[in-house]
């Protein structure tokens, strides 16, 4: 802990070396792009795309999982979707999934897949239980997308195009960040 605690003190410092202007985010949240991923700790959104401090409105949830959209109660997670698209007006949101992730292996493992309520996770229905854990990994970035593209604040900018849903996969093994080209119906390196 201490070292964190070391860091967040020199932190000032840091990004004045690194000509980050600080100032300038307190007049207001303008982000590049909506990054969704997993809670995992060895998932860095900022290392992995060299953002800077304002660049990235990041929503991270275990295995990454995006809820379905509940109008009644809706969940944190859709709330704060919502927020990046319809007050932010994110013109990008991408859903970053990645190698060894303990979801998709428990997935694989148990053939079966819960959301943290314990019902059906929008993972479990599509995921392939051939025991391949990348291409179980890539169907859930995919399923992700098709939960994400429901949400009524999301299906209108993607019909006049004003919002692109992007699909990524990060091996934590290599570093390498795959893109779903949808062309192609593959995930391909960046």
Known sequence: ???????????????????LDLGSLAD????RAMFITCSDSRIVP???????????????????????????????E???IDHAVEEL??????VCGHSHCGLVETDIRTGTAEDADGAPSPVG???????????AGHCHVLTQLDVLSDYPSI????????????????????GATLEHRPR???FLPL
């Open 155 to 174: 299906a209108p900018r993607l019909v006049d195009r004003s919002l692109r849903l992007h699909g990524w996969f990060y091996e934590i093994e290599s």
């Open 184 to 186: 192609a119906n593959a």
């Open 78 to 80: 859709s709330r704060t």
């Open 1 to 19: 802990m201490q070292y964190l605690i070391d860091q967040a003190g020199v932190f000032p410092a840091r990004a004045a070396a690194h000509s």
């Open 125 to 135: 229905s599509t995921a392939p239980m051939t025991g391949d854990l990348t291409a």
């Open 89 to 94: 007006k994110v013109t990008d949101i991408i």
């Open 28 to 31: 207001g949240d303008n982000p």
């Open 46 to 76: 900022a290392l992995i795309t060299g953002a800077r401090p304002g660049d990235l409105f990041e929503l991270r949830t275990y295995g990454a999982v995006i809820p379905r959209f509940t109008p009644h109660e809706p969940a944190g």
